[in-house]
């Protein structure tokens, strides 16, 4: 039973373009979200977070929007570039520092 | 600074062996987690420590250990393997866990585990 989804294995977005990276969640109990960038041969790296109490948050070219009713949120990429090709996970957790539950994945291709 | 480091990076082993990962976490973090990560699928947690106690278990067999030594460092015990236990350990760390905490793990590069 999959609590964190990302229903998209792969995305390809032009360079200078908008990435958005969707993310579902099933555990209304979750109250902070994270994402985290990874490339081959290197663990993750966090990128954002939001708290449950937020409805966004953003760093510099990267944005993270929260909508809590539909449990949803997603990562805003603007602009893109071909550095930002990585796979990206998103990740919930309900008491900090302990079980975060990560999502499959998204597979970001920035062409140039 | 250095980050978190773990060896060996990769290691090739057969069923029923065992198998010991370790981890060292970034200066001054005293929380160490264990995430297993299987091909096309996210981390999965499987143990977090602070201050040498568990603080957390997922959902994996008790061939499956770990634990925390005073300065901080970090092992995971894998015993009688299975081809299904083939797999990248991530070892993550953070400052505190709780309320104090960011919420954000620091991972290394990960123990690449091949059961065969």
């Known amino acids: 039973d999959q609590q964190v989804k990302q229903n998209s294995p792969s995305l390809s977005v032009q360079e200078g373009r908008i990435s958005i990276l969707n993310c579902d969640y099933t555990?209304?109990?979750?109250?902070?979200f994270l994402w985290y960038k990874k490339y081959p041969a290197e663990g993750p790296t966090f990128l954002i977070s939001?708290?449950?109490?937020?409805d966004k948050n953003e760093d510099g070219r990267f944005t993270v929007f929260l909508n809590k009713s539909a449990k949803h949120l997603s990562l805003h990429i603007v602009p893109s570039q071909p550095g930002d090709s990585a796979v990206y996970f998103c990740?919930?957790?309900?008491?900090?520092?302990?079980?975060?539950?990560f999502g499959p994945g998204t597979r970001l291709s920035v062409l140039p | 600074d250095a980050g978190v480091t773990q060896s060996p990076t990769h290691l090739i082993k057969t069923r029923g062996q065992h198998v010991t990962l370790r981890c060292s976490p970034i200066?001054?973090?005293?929380?160490v987690s264990w995430y297993q990560q299987v091909l096309g699928q996210g981390p999965q947690f499987i143990f977090q420590?602070?201050?040498?106690?568990?603080?957390g278990r997922g959902n994996f067999p008790d061939r499956f250990s770990a634990r925390q030594f005073p300065n901080y460092s970090s092992e995971l015990n894998v015993n009688a393997l299975l081809l299904g236990d083939s797999a990248l350990y991530l070892c993550?760390?953070?400052?505190?866990?709780?309320?104090?905490?960011?919420?954000?793990?620091?991972f290394g590069e990960g123990s690449r585990l091949t059961v065969l």
């Open positions: 993550a760390s953070s400052l505190e866990v709780g309320p104090l905490n960011t919420g954000e793990l620091f």
């Open positions: 555990n209304s109990m979750f109250d902070y």
């Open positions: 939001i708290s449950s109490i937020k």
């Open positions: 990740a919930a957790t309900n008491n900090y520092g302990q079980n975060f539950v």
């Open positions: 200066s001054g973090h005293k929380s």
């Open positions: 420590y602070y201050e040498k106690e568990e603080r």
